[in-house]
């Protein structure tokens, strides 16, 4: 079936996929990125930025024929999760609970972005925009148009639907007027790689602190990408530490479950906070992933919201298309918008209100997350259901983000 003019507004790991599964879906896009991403293989060490990529996304990269080229660059399982807080409470999951294989997968984000970039130039539905310099968006239900400005020269680009995949500082939202509200956490995530003594174990650890979590991803065997966020000032001064002073820090921050902690390449400082849209549509326009909505990295659910959101909409856009209805119109996105908005709410309440109780160190609050985590580690059912939940099984979910029939790599 063919037939709808799309025009998506960012080419990272939420527009590509979209740019994918609406192509996929017989629709003609127009994709818009300032530059080609550079997929040059192998590279020397790893990206400091990744994503914990949950089952539902997975699935999703799987209907969209890019999973396997994932596969083939780097991806790495994990079949246990550590949470702990120093000398108190600590709760583990395990997949063989569940009979399934792993919890998750460690990606890096350029990896995500590669493969998707693989599979679009593989579709003849998507024309790449690049360098081109947005200047106005004109907001319509049946023919949005944007103004850009390429090698010199004004264009007037015209669709059925302009969807805003341009991350959290989205200029696409801030010309469609479409306020954001939210706070600054007052830290910063230090983002970089590790190399543990013993091995990774297949598994993510996280240790709350009162300044912040540390989170270690495994990355193959002996590795770690490591998210830790902390003050601006803390932060600051840990990114400028000698190599030696940094590992002996990250160590102790580690307690040193995984022996000694080396650090393997740079370091990157990334500030945090709580951001969400007003609105997430307009007429002719959809907000999508970070454009959206912007959560802390503590449970590391971020791209995986962004990607459900893009699911949901291509869901939404084939059911109008089959009934005639214009892609743009109010009454079709807004679908979307009660589909997607609550749920990503709720995860930005529950992640807000984490990062807040684990900062808190009054000794009654310490008591009882303390007493939390002991008791939720030995409720059986508990568990499951939390872990159901960060794996994205639990609920209704979009068609792309279903199981998938057959095999899929299991690396």
């Not at 709720?346 to 310490?366: W, Y």
């Not at 059986?380 to 960060?390: D, E, F």
Request: hydrophobic share 40%; aromatic share 6%.
């Amino acid at each position: 079936m063919s037939g709808g003019e799309i025009l998506i507004v960012g080419g990272g790991m939420v527009g590509a996929a979209a740019a994918c599964a609406l192509a996929q879906r017989g629709f003609r896009i127009r994709l818009m990125e300032r530059r080609e991403p550079d997929c040059s293989w192998p590279r020397d060490g790893f990206e400091i930025r990744v994503s914990a990529i949950s089952r539902a996304s997975r699935n999703l990269f799987d209907h969209l024929g890019a999973w396997r080229e994932m596969v083939r660059r780097r991806v790495t399982p994990y079949e246990r999760m550590v949470v702990w807080e120093a000398g108190g409470g600590e709760i583990r999951f395990d997949a063989a609970e569940l009979c399934e294989p792993e919890l998750g997968h460690i990606i890096e984000n350029g990896v995500i972005q590669c493969a998707l970039w693989a599979v679009l130039r593989e579709r003849p539905e998507v024309e790449v925009i690049t360098g081109a310099e947005l200047l106005s968006f004109e907001p319509s239900e049946r023919r949005p148009a944007l103004r850009v400005k390429q090698e010199g020269e004004e264009r007037r680009l015209e669709a059925d639907l302009v969807i805003a995949a341009d991350g959290a500082r989205s200029q696409l939202r801030e010309l469609a007027g479409i306020s954001t509200h939210g706070w600054s956490y007052d830290q910063h995530a230090l983002v970089c790689t590790v190399k543990a003594e013993e091995g990774n174990q297949a598994t993510a650890w996280q240790r709350f602190m009162p300044s912040g979590p540390l989170a270690l991803l495994p990355m193959e065997r002996d590795w770690f990408s490591i998210v830790w966020s902390t003050s601006p000032e803390e932060a600051a001064r840990l990114a400028e530490l000698e190599h030696d002073a940094f590992d002996e820090a990250v160590t102790r921050a580690s307690e040193a479950r995984l022996g000694r902690l080396t650090l393997e390449g740079g370091r990157g400082l990334f500030p945090l906070r709580l951001q969400h849209a007003g609105r997430y549509i307009a007429p002719g326009l959809a907000l999508v992933g970070d454009a959206a909505h912007v959560i802390h990295p503590l449970a590391g659910q971020g791209v995986n919201l962004g990607l459900l959101d893009m699911a949901e909409l291509v869901d939404v856009l084939v059911r109008a298309r089959e009934k005639h209805r214009p892609l743009g119109h109010e009454q079709t996105l807004r679908r979307y918008e009660r589909a997607r908005k609550g749920e990503n709410i709720a995860m930005q309440g529950a992640m807000d209100l984490l990062k807040r109780l684990f900062s808190n160190e009054i000794p009654p609050v310490k008591l009882a997350r303390n007493l939390g985590l002991d008791l939720a580690d030995r409720l059986s059912p508990l568990k499951r259901l939390l872990v159901r939940n960060a794996m994205g099984t639990l609920g209704e979910l979009p068609s792309l983000a279903q199981p998938v029939a057959g095999e899929s790599p299991h690396p």
